[in-house]
């Protein structure tokens, strides 16, 4: 499964913003889809998941309530809407896919390309 992340930039403090991932692969529908990050000097980290038909989403304590993941199987898609963003919500985030739903757990078997996400403050 390739993956190309899109949707970063510069946003104020309190500020939203729509991250996306596009797959070119046409079974993108059986696979889990999630959102990590990573700020300079830390780990990756998990920010959100989505089962294969959007019935079941967990997401990261950091970011529940502000962030919301969704996908759209007929057009190959997932996506990550930011609400309310904090200056530590600054990382590059990465779109990544599996073939079991894990929830917090996932562990991604693909990966996109990191779009960058800097809030400022």
């Known amino acids: 499964v390739q993956l190309q992340a899109s949707g970063g930039g510069l946003v104020q403090a309190g500020g939203s913003r729509r991250l996306s991932c596009a797959s070119s692969k046409g079974t993108f529908g059986l696979y889990a889809l999630g959102w990590f990050r990573q700020a300079p000097g830390r780990e990756r980290e998990f920010v959100s998941a989505i089962d294969w038909n959007g019935r079941r989403t967990a997401s990261a304590e950091s970011v529940r309530g502000r962030f919301t993941i969704s996908r759209d199987n007929a057009k190959n898609m997932v996506y990550l809407q930011m609400n309310s963003l904090k200056p530590e919500d600054t990382a590059s985030y990465y779109c990544?896919?599996?073939?079991?739903?894990?929830?917090?757990?996932?562990?991604?078997?693909?990966w996109g390309q990191g779009t960058q996400v800097t809030v400022s403050s």
């Open positions: 990544a896919a599996e073939s079991y739903y894990r929830g917090a757990s996932m562990v991604p078997t693909y």
